[in-house]
């Protein structure tokens, strides 16, 4: 059984504004659940709670495996990674930027450099295992946040609007390796989108945030075909003025 | 004008034949030089690492005095460190002035807010998205330290080599506290202020152009290093 999480009523707020009002909801099982909703809504803030890299106010964050609570330590932290809008690139060779995961983990110099060459041949980045990391384009260099993600072979994989900066081309390619890794690995991937059309492609269960609180939330087709929520009907619809 | 070109020509003669008083001279300054450089190297990178990741007390007053000290005039610290360690001073009794090791300590002195202050900046100047990633790529508390380390390494080393470039061509305090001692404490910077005052110049040329050279050398790498810092270096 793999890698579950729980959001249980977090509330957060920023200089005295409320941004997230008691949200819940359980990541429980392998399958990609989007974050869709309208600047402001929380959803970024909602993802990086989920993904550990803020504190709530309130409520808390719980992973499971096999049923049982784990503890946040760097166990747990070693299991899930993430891929941000902006890919913190280590001023070294793009090898050694996939590598970096493995290393830190004490993995063994055949073992790193076949999993590198395994995860770079993915992305389609082999050519460039040994090109400087900072000379690659923005569409190279979010295959590589996806290669230096993957390799460690995360249970629940964070991507935050991981086509954000990219034209078409590279969103093409970026979504094929999203299906790509949903294929390949037992793995939870939880997104963060304002495109509907890769929400609709991509996700299996969206969850619609507005005014910082999860006003819906769906299996995707049922979502896209029938919003319980006005407010994610007129999203959807392109209605919604904010 | 012809006793300069003399002064040349008798200062390259006595670098191509290999002077043996020439030689002592560049030994020991490269060795108070260096030893200076190597302890000052591992006081101001602890100090910086220090003051970049803890937040220790009256961390904004020493980053302030560091930043001061940089620019410490050399006769004060001969001056600070002859009171220290001459006969009346609270360390008079380790007989440690007029010796390499008051010049190493007075040197280190020198050198050590540069390799601070330099390696500061250059670590906090490293994007905090690189320790958001390590973090997010598994790296423990500890490994994070080193990533970023690493991502300031060539602001590092520039930091160390231009603490190098001081030490190497500090003149006054050295000779407050070495004496200039002839075979004993005297180094290149002070060899030439003192060959210079005699009208002795091929000694002083000799060792100006040697001094020159090793400043060049010292630019060309830091400049090299620099380059490496960037992608299309």
Excluded: W
């Excluded at chain 2, 200076?36 to 690492?49: D, Y």
């Amino acid at each position: 059984m793999s890698l579950s999480l729980t959001a249980s009523h977090i509330t957060r707020s920023y200089n005295g504004k409320l941004i997230l009002h008691d949200c819940s909801f359980p990541f429980d099982g392998s399958g990609t659940y989007i974050l869709m909703g309208p600047n402001g809504s929380g959803k970024s803030t909602f993802f990086r709670i989920c993904a550990l890299l803020e504190e709530p106010d309130s409520g808390e964050i719980k992973f499971f495996s096999e049923g049982a609570a784990l503890k946040n330590d760097i166990y747990l932290r070693r299991r899930i990674t993430l891929v941000l809008p902006k890919i913190g690139i280590f001023n070294t060779t793009v090898f050694q930027n996939v590598a970096y995961g493995l290393k830190v983990r004490g993995t063994k110099k055949n073992e790193t450099e076949e999993k590198v060459h395994d995860a770079l041949e993915f992305v389609g980045l082999n050519h460039k295992k040994n090109s400087h990391a900072l000379s690659l384009s923005s569409g190279e260099t979010q295959r590589l946040g996806i290669a230096r993600a993957i390799v460690t072979d995360p249970e629940i994989l964070f991507l935050d609007e991981p086509t954000a900066s990219l034209d078409p081309y590279n969103t093409t390619i970026i979504e094929e390796l999203i299906a790509k890794i949903k294929g390949r690995n037992k793995i939870t991937i939880v997104m963060v989108t304002h495109n509907l059309y890769q929400a609709q492609r991509l996700a299996d269960y969206v969850l619609f945030m507005h005014d910082g609180r999860i006003a819906d939330h769906g299996a995707v087709k049922e979502f896209f075909a029938r919003p319980k929520d006005d407010r994610a009907y007129r999203f959807i619809t392109g209605q919604m003025v904010y | 004008m012809g006793s300069i070109i003399e002064g040349f020509r008798k200062a390259f003669f006595l670098i191509l034949n290999l002077d043996q008083e020439l030689l002592k001279i560049i030994f020991l300054s490269l060795k108070v030089s260096g030893l200076a450089l190597v302890i000052s190297t591992a006081i101001g990178l602890s100090l910086s690492t220090l003051l970049s990741f803890k937040k220790i007390p009256l961390r904004g007053m020493i980053i302030s005095l560091m930043n001061t000290f940089m620019g410490l005039p050399p006769v004060v610290v001969g001056l600070f460190v002859y009171l220290i360690l001459s006969r009346s001073g609270p360390l008079g009794f380790m007989g440690l002035l007029y010796t390499p090791s008051a010049m190493v300590t007075a040197q280190t002195i020198l050198a050590f807010p540069i390799v601070a202050s330099l390696c500061h900046s250059a670590i906090i100047s490293v994007d905090p998205i690189i320790k958001q990633s390590s973090m997010t790529l598994g790296a423990t508390p500890m490994q994070m330290t080193v990533t970023i380390m690493r991502e300031a390494r060539y602001g590092i080393m520039s930091g160390i080599i231009a603490a190098l470039g001081r030490v190497m061509a500090e003149v006054g305090a050295i000779l407050i506290v070495g004496g200039n001692i002839a075979g004993y404490t005297r180094v290149m910077t002070t060899t030439i202020a003192l060959e210079t005052d005699k009208g002795n110049f091929e000694l002083a040329l000799a060792l100006g152009i040697i001094l020159l050279t090793l400043s060049l050398i010292i630019n060309i790498i830091l400049y090299r290093i620099q380059r490496r810092g960037t992608v299309n270096g």
